[in-house]
């Protein structure tokens, strides 16, 4: 039994760093955020409304990664952690959101395998990345790149256990860590641009 659902840091990064996270995510290519392979643009856009783009950068990767395994050990969770993801670089714009959904599973049949291809998106017990063979995605961050005044709506919701945490207005810089299978959302944004920067820590299946 999970007690903590969440692990909130208000401040987790400085201003400055927040920018240039931003400016590394804005170097690349942003792309619409998909949800389910398949669906038509239509479906796509009810359920996903956000653009993405990588960011692999190891300061940036270290720092992330660092705070995820703090928030491992200091929420109680002591997950087997191993392998963190790249860093999800995403906006969202006027009516942007993402539905309720997971990160993924975490028991056997979550386990990733080994493909030479997938689809886009690609399905989470998949992998073309070889260290995420037999993995699965432990904990999620989610961090907050804009000041409140930014944008409104946008606001994370996490549910677990049928309770529903909210961190509406969060500061710059601030961010949440989670179990990968909480069930979570971005309510729509009404107006501005929300930036953020996601992360997924893997670990061997639950057992």
Same mark, same amino acid.
């Given at each position: 039994?999970?007690? $903590?659902?969440?692990w909130?840091?208000? %401040?987790? =990064?400085?201003?400055?760093?927040?920018?240039?996270l931003? #400016?590394?995510?804005?170097?690349?290519e942003?792309?619409?955020?998909i949800?389910?392979?398949? #669906?038509?643009p %239509?479906?796509? %856009?009810n359920?996903?409304?956000?653009?993405?783009?990588?960011?692999?950068n190891?300061?940036?990767?270290?720092? =992330?990664?660092?705070?995820?395994?703090?928030? $491992?050990k200091e929420? @109680?969770w002591?997950?087997?952690?191993?392998?963190?993801?790249?860093?999800?670089?995403?906006?969202?714009?006027?009516?942007?959101?993402?539905?309720?959904?997971?990160?993924?599973?975490?028991? @056997?049949?979550?386990?990733?395998?080994?493909?030479s291809?997938?689809? $886009?998106?690609?399905?989470? $017990?998949?992998?073309?990345? *070889?260290?995420?063979?037999?993995?699965?995605?432990? =904990?999620?961050?989610? =961090?907050?790149?804009?000041?409140?005044?930014?944008?409104?709506?946008?606001?994370? %919701?996490?549910?677990? @256990? @049928?309770?529903?945490?909210?961190? *509406?207005?969060?500061?710059?810089?601030?961010?949440?860590?989670?179990? #990968?299978?909480f069930?979570?959302?971005?309510?729509p944004i009404?107006q501005?641009?929300?930036? #953020?920067?996601?992360?997924?820590?893997?670990?061997?299946?639950?057992?």
């Open positions: 039994m999970i007690t $903590n659902h969440y909130y840091v208000p %401040e987790a =990064l400085s201003p400055q760093q927040c920018d240039e931003c #400016s590394l995510g804005e170097s690349f942003q792309k619409p955020g949800h389910l392979a398949g #669906s038509s %239509e479906e796509q %856009e359920y996903r409304d956000s653009e993405i783009s990588w960011v692999s190891e300061f940036y990767m270290d720092l =992330l990664s660092g705070w995820i395994q703090q928030a $491992n929420a @109680n002591w997950f087997d952690l191993q392998t963190p993801e790249k860093i999800q670089y995403t906006t969202y714009k006027a009516d942007g959101h993402y539905d309720w959904h997971i990160d993924g599973l975490a028991d @056997n049949h979550a386990a990733r395998k080994l493909k291809k997938t689809p $886009n998106p690609c399905p989470l $017990n998949e992998t073309i990345d *070889p260290n995420l063979q037999g993995l699965v995605r432990k =904990l999620s961050l989610t =961090l907050n790149l804009s000041k409140p005044e930014d944008h409104q709506g946008g606001v994370l %919701e996490i549910v677990h @256990n @049928n309770t529903l945490h909210q961190f *509406p207005d969060p500061p710059k810089g601030s961010l949440v860590v989670f179990p #990968s299978w069930r979570h959302r971005i309510t009404t501005g641009i929300r930036k #953020s920067a996601v992360m997924w820590y893997n670990g061997l299946p639950l057992r």
